[in-house]
């Protein structure tokens, strides 16, 4: 098959001309073996899921990490096995009204405001706190 360039959507080596991906975030290793936090902040369209995807596959296959990819976009829906799935990470927890509730603080800078189901017959909401 011959490859071509894609303008849209995560690209694959096997089928698009591409640099490769993590050449651009050179000091993500650092960071992760450091066990800190990062974002990856930049224009649309400029490769930041291909970087990630790219990064996810090499993490995985080292051994020495598992790499989960979680989607924390806003208007998102969330459907009931993704709650149970963030709950088990320890993201968030249930407080007492049986809302879920960002378990750091530090997550707040990264999980939106609040996320709803509909996937349920009852909606869950994220709150902040």
Same mark, same amino acid.
């Given at each position: 098959m011959n490859r071509w360039f894609n303008v849209a959507g995560p690209c694959r080596p096997d089928i698009h001309y591409m640099l490769p991906p993590t050449d651009r975030i050179p000091e993500v290793m650092r960071l992760i073996h450091q066990q800190s936090y990062f974002v990856l902040h930049a224009p649309r369209q400029t490769?930041?899921?291909?970087?990630?995807?790219? &990064?996810?596959?090499? &993490?995985t296959s080292s051994g020495q990490w598992t790499a989960v990819l979680l989607s924390v976009e806003v208007?998102?829906? &969330?459907?009931? *096995? *993704?709650?149970?799935?963030?709950?088990?990470?320890?993201?968030?927890?249930?407080?007492? $009204?049986?809302? &879920?509730?960002?378990?750091?603080?530090?997550?707040?800078?990264?999980?939106?405001?609040?996320?709803? $189901? $509909?996937? $349920?017959?009852?909606?869950?909401?994220?709150?902040r706190g």
């Open positions: 490769g930041k899921t291909t970087a990630m995807l790219t &990064l996810a596959q090499e &993490l208007g998102s829906a &969330l459907p009931p *096995d *993704d709650i149970q799935f963030v709950l088990d990470l320890g993201l968030v927890r249930m407080d007492a $009204t049986h809302g &879920l509730v960002i378990a750091n603080p530090i997550y707040a800078a990264v999980i939106p405001r609040t996320w709803y $189901t $509909t996937s $349920t017959a009852e909606n869950a909401e994220v709150r």
